[in-house]
């Protein structure tokens, strides 16, 4: 296999920002989403394919130097001229062959992107999921974390994409952020960087480039999220620098190719203020420039988070934000609108934006490609192994850190391990708003039955009378929850009549029941106090899933260390 380190001797000339045109270093630092290449948005938002002819047109004009690779399930939009085919899964080869198309429109090789936090199996059909971060952390194991990121990186590369927007670095709210599974140690600085770093390098050994996201970070007060809203880090630059400053610091030390900046405002190092509220990072020179570049040092490529967000777009008219975000310091812009490049070349002829700026951004863009290898001749034949030959170890690395990551949060009365010749009816209560999880447990029922159980799996309880009458019958009573960021959007609770559940859990057979959590690390508190036994998982995936059940029968033993801090009295709000 060729690796990162094999790559990094170009062969192909490097361009020259002597020799480009103003337009062409401008197209450097544009990342358009899919559907705004390839489909024209209409009424109600339904999409109509463009023709060749005109993608041809937008691309050989724009000359984009990255693109947002895993929205291409535009190749279903292609061959059936539906686009309602957009979200269906295709092999990462279809992929590749399609981005190598569209690259070839292109004077320089382009980055193409992914968002793979939890691997490549959401985007291609014959790739993998893997465990959240939150997992990783629980191993404690800068092993396995250089082995998942490498893991991903060679999936993804062999769909054609050579950036990656990961690992998630950002401290949290403790026990309400949406993104609290998305880090690995949000509690603890020192091994949020071994964690990362080992991360990062096994991505970068592997070819593609890593993104530490979101720059500044979070703070231990904010709760929202910026996908709908404007957030706010409120730390003092003191309790920045001890903490999310000391992160981000390690991973620049650390070697990661780009950042990702957040579009949450951070009044100690910017409290300029745009409509009466705190100005986003991502339209902060203060917080680009003159902290993240100049005094962190960073010299790798600084890309935005995505700016349809709701936190940045209504700031500013499109035409205003997209010069803005550019004089901030960024040097990538994801999202970008098609006529972006009239814009900003408008506003460098203008004198509202330096041609300097343009120039900074699109040198940092062509470094970061020579370091991938892209001016290599032979770039697009790498790499020379296919998804076959990277699954099978990526599905082995996946056990060990599910296996690892499983953590006992109490056992009160001793329950734990279970006896296999006590256990021969199992009740497991599912708790959830996102439904596909109560499929999910499929696992866990019949990693149950292959233990000689009979199993009953439901959703939600009604009465005391169900529960004493699933106490009657089963030896063991799992109640298991599954709360997530974005699963669904909003808040993380139980609610509604996944939350009535426990009006009734546990007034019946509690010498019995078990709690467990395959996600959000503080339903032990937030709702299943009364679980005198309760086991965090941490990831809904299928290898999370057997392992939580052979931990519980002592086939192997709980070695998961908690990845956040437990201690309840510490709830911040």
Not at 265 to 284: G, Q
Request: charged share 25%.
């Amino acid at each position: 296999m060729t690796d990162g380190k094999d790559m990094e001797e170009s062969i192909m000339k490097k361009p020259l920002l002597s020799e480009m045109t103003l337009r062409e270093k401008i197209g450097q630092c544009l990342l358009p989403y899919q559907w705004d290449i390839h489909c024209i948005k209409g009424e109600g938002g339904k999409l109509t394919v463009k023709t060749d002819e005109e993608v041809k047109a937008l691309l050989e004009k724009e000359q984009f130097g990255s693109f947002w690779a895993e929205q291409v399930a535009i190749q279903n939009v292609k061959l059936t001229d539906l686009a309602e085919e957009w979200g269906n899964k295709r092999p990462a080869a279809d992929q590749k062959e399609f981005m190598q198309e569209q690259g070839d429109m292109l004077k320089i090789p382009a980055l193409n992107a992914g968002d793979a936090e939890t691997g490549c199996g959401h985007v291609f059909s014959d790739c993998s999921r893997t465990p959240r971060a939150l997992a990783i952390g629980a191993t404690d194991s800068e092993e396995l974390a250089y082995e998942v990121g490498a893991c991903i990186a060679k999936e993804y590369r062999c769909g054609g994409i050579n950036w990656l927007w990961s690992p998630v670095v950002d401290i949290h709210n403790r026990f309400c952020a949406t993104g609290i599974g998305r880090s690995f140690a949000p509690d603890n600085a020192d091994r949020m960087i071994a964690l990362a770093n080992a991360q990062i390098k096994g991505i970068q050994d592997s070819g593609v480039a890593a993104t530490a996201k979101h720059f500044p970070g979070g703070d231990r007060y904010e709760y929202r999220d910026a996908h709908f809203c404007k957030t706010i880090n409120s730390s003092t630059m003191e309790e920045w620098w001890e903490e999310q400053g000391k992160i981000f610091k390690g991973v620049i030390d650390g070697g990661v190719y780009s950042i990702m900046i957040s579009h949450g405002a951070f009044p100690a190092a910017d409290d300029t203020k745009i409509n009466d509220s705190y100005i986003p990072s991502t339209l902060s020179k203060k917080i680009i420039t003159d902290l993240l570049k100049g005094e962190l040092g960073f010299k790798g490529v600084v890309i935005t988070d995505g700016i349809v967000m709701g936190a940045l777009f209504s700031c500013y008219p499109y035409e205003t934000l997209i010069v803005e975000l550019i004089k901030a310091g960024n040097d990538v812009i994801l999202g970008s609108l098609p006529g972006s490049g009239d814009i900003l070349e408008q506003a460098v002829l203008d004198g509202k934006l330096s041609e300097d700026r343009i120039d900074d951004a699109c040198q940092r863009i062509l470094d970061m490609k020579e370091k991938l290898g892209l001016f290599r001749d032979d770039y697009r034949d790498l790499p020379s192994y296919t998804t076959a030959d990277i699954t099978p170890h990526t599905a082995e690395i996946c056990k060990q850190v599910a296996e690892q990551s499983v953590t006992l949060v109490r056992d009160r009365k001793n329950m734990l391990p279970l006896k296999q010749e006590e256990i021969k009816n199992v009740a497991i209560i599912c708790s959830t708003h996102h439904d596909p999880f109560f499929d999910q447990l499929q696992v866990v029922k019949e990693e149950f039955e292959k233990r000689g159980a009979k199993v009953h799996l439901q959703r939600r309880l009604t009465s005391n009378e169900e529960i004493k009458k699933l106490s009657d019958e089963n030896d063991l009573i799992v109640y298991a929850a599954y709360v997530d960021g974005h699963r669904p959007k909003g808040g993380l609770a139980l609610f509604g009549e996944e939350c009535a559940t426990y009006i009734h859990a546990f007034t019946s057979g509690k010498e019995k029941s078990l709690g467990v959590s395959f996600g959000y690390p503080y339903l032990h508190y937030d709702i299943m106090e009364n679980a005198d036994a309760f086991v965090n998982s941490y990831s809904p995936d299928e290898n999370s899933m057997k392992a939580f059940v052979s931990v519980i029968y002592g086939e192997i033993p709980f070695v998961g260390t908690s990845p956040v801090d437990l201690n309840c009295s510490r709830r911040i709000w």
